[in-house]
């Protein structure tokens, strides 16, 4: 259970570590939440706890493919916000990533690539 919590601690700590970041710049806010730092620190859990080799590659391997639909949402975000507000610039950002996952998993899927 300690190690749970741990794991809890840290992960939220980044999280609020970056937003705090983000309070006072822009610019390295960003910088610091594009890193890998959460994959990065579930490959780390993997390994503590540990998974198989091919089981942490596995999660990598799949975190590039589905970081790849998501980059269109960041572009339209900062566009939809100004102009209609937060909640539904959200939602239209949810709605927006799953529309491009989809297309993108049907596309990787002629490569052999399965996403679903």
Known sequence: MTWIITKY??????????????????????????????TLLT???????NQS????AN????TFWYVIPTLPM??????????????????A???ITIICFSLFALLMKNFGIHLL
């Open 9 to 38: 601690l840290l992960t939220a700590g980044m999280v609020v570590f970056i937003t705090e970041v983000a309070k006072r710049s822009d610019k390295l806010g960003g910088l610091i939440a594009a890193l890998p730092l959460m």
């Open 43 to 49: 490959l780390t859990w993997l390994f503590i706890e």
């Open 53 to 56: 080799e091919e089981k942490i």
């Open 59 to 62: 999660h990598a391997y799949y």
């Open 74 to 91: 960041f572009l339209l975000f900062p566009y939809l916000l100004p102009k209609i507000g937060f909640g539904l610039t959200i939602a």
């Open 93 to 95: 950002s949810i709605l």
